[in-house]
């Protein structure tokens, strides 16, 4: 068998010799709507611990964004320069539903046939700092599926490590089971995982960018452990889809104080302007909630808003980071960190037993994926560009193994 159609399967277990995939190529980085193109590639070959997933729905994510545009890091460079491209092209795309069909020699824990869902957490098996205890997460061989390595899942068939493979849950259709792993495993690890900072009943949670892939699952998790979601959003339309998920809402663009601070904002004489401004974002969290500040802000834009996310932390609470979409310098008034005993967390995705435990969730019915849309392989470059843009609602889905 040469090649399928794209929304037909092959028999089970019977694997064709090429593939249709959205790819990228170096001298194509662009935005996304210009950056992919369809190919026609060979089916990659396995090694000992690796799966076969015929895929059925993508999910998008926005480091698909920073692959197609190459910045700020040349993925297919820097895999060739670690000695980890496998081709001159990368097959993006973290999130994905399928079936099994074909598994290397060594894997135990999925069989040809097994309806899964995969988690983007790549890392060697045989790792030494993971074998001495570590965590996968920040094993040195650790890596983002589908961003950092060459098959991720805009393709007909992806290839990931056995352990990455999740039971999909049966509840859910193909797309819905592609759209939730990536943001709702990484919300998991930032709103449950930091002690003493996790999120418990009555604490405020500010989250920026509530109605995106990560804001829908963080005003879940909070209100499921009995939290106040605050969601800031940029229009009056996402301020009420957020309200309707039962967050209370701030609308960003009522406020003009965004951007990265500056020594001259800091001045004896200057201070009070930016701080004037901040001031009446703050209340304006204050009046939402009967007077409280946020225990924990759920960091994910960087330059525009963590001087704002600094200072609108309660005195003992937690800003937690893993993303700088708006830009990487992240400024904020050093006072506001340590006269109030505030704290600056890292994270990044979650561990391989966090995403089976967040899976659970999701298969218990208590954590739903929240889908915008689902469109076609091939209108898959102009949905991402409609994340790029800041245009696109809730989360896509690409079908791919059906119609
Ligand atoms: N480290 C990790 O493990 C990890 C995991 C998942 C995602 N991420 C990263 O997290 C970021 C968000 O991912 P996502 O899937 O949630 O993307 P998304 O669906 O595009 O949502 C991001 C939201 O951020 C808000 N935003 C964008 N620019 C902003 C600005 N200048 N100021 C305030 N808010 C802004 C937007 O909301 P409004 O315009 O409505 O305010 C947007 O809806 C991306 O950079 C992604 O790569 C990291």
Redesign the pocket.
């Known amino acids: 068998m040469q090649t399928i159609e794209i929304g037909t399967l092959p028999p089970l277990g019977e694997i064709p010799e090429y593939m249709y995939a959205q790819t990228l190529r170096r001298n194509r980085y662009n935005v996304p709507l210009k950056a992919f193109e369809i190919e026609k590639v060979k089916v990659p070959e396995l090694r000992e611990d690796e799966v076969l997933v015929a895929v059925m729905a993508a999910g998008l994510?926005?480091?698909s964004?920073?692959a197609a545009t190459g910045f700020p890091m040349d993925m297919i460079q820097v895999m060739q320069l670690r000695k980890e491209a496998e081709t001159d092209f990368q097959i993006a795309g973290s999130d994905c539903s399928g079936i099994v069909y074909k598994v290397g020699d060594n894997v135990k824990n999925v069989a040809v046939g097994d309806e899964v869902v995969i988690q983007a957490g790549w890392c060697e098996s045989n790792d030494p700092f993971i074998k001495n205890g570590g965590m996968r997460i920040v094993a040195p061989s650790a890596r983002?599926w589908g961003y950092e390595t060459s098959w991720g899942s805009f393709a007909q068939f992806c290839k990931a490590k056995d352990f990455m493979c999740v039971p999909k849950p049966k509840h859910l259709n193909w797309d819905e089971a592609a759209v939730y792993m990536?943001?709702g495993a990484?919300i998991y690890r930032m709103l449950t995982k930091y002690e003493p900072h996790v999120v418990k009943p009555g604490d405020v949670v500010l989250i920026?960018?509530?109605?995106?892939?990560?804001?829908t699952m963080a005003i879940q998790f909070t209100k499921l452990y009995g939290g106040i979601p605050v969601a800031?959003?940029?229009?009056e339309e996402?301020k009420k889809f957020c309200e309707s998920m039962g967050a209370l809402a701030i609308n960003?663009c009522d406020y003009d104080h965004?951007g990265a601070l500056s020594p001259d904002m800091l001045k004896p004489e200057t201070q009070e302007i930016w701080r004037g401004k901040a001031k009446k974002f703050l209340k304006k969290i204050m009046e939402l909630t009967g007077g409280k500040l946020p225990r924990i802000v759920l960091e994910?834009?960087g330059?525009?808003?963590m001087p704002t996310s600094m200072f609108v932390c309660d005195r003992d609470g937690m800003v937690v980071t893993?993303?700088?979409?708006?830009g990487y310098m992240a400024s904020f008034d050093i006072r506001y960190l340590w006269l109030q005993l505030k704290r600056l967390q890292g994270?990044?995705?979650?561990d391989t037993h966090e995403c089976v435990e967040f899976n659970q969730l999701v298969i218990d019915g208590k954590i739903n994926p929240v889908l915008g849309q689902t469109v076609s392989f091939e209108e898959l470059p102009a949905a991402l560009q409609e994340?790029y843009n800041?245009t696109?609602k809730g989360?896509t889905a690409i079908k791919v193994g059906y119609k």
Do not use: D
């Open positions: 994510n926005y480091n964004v920073w983002a990536l943001s990484t920026w960018g509530g109605a995106g892939g990560l804001g800031v959003v940029n229009s996402k960003r965004w994910h834009p330059e525009a808003t893993c993303a700088g979409t708006s994270s990044h995705f979650a994340m800041n696109h989360n």
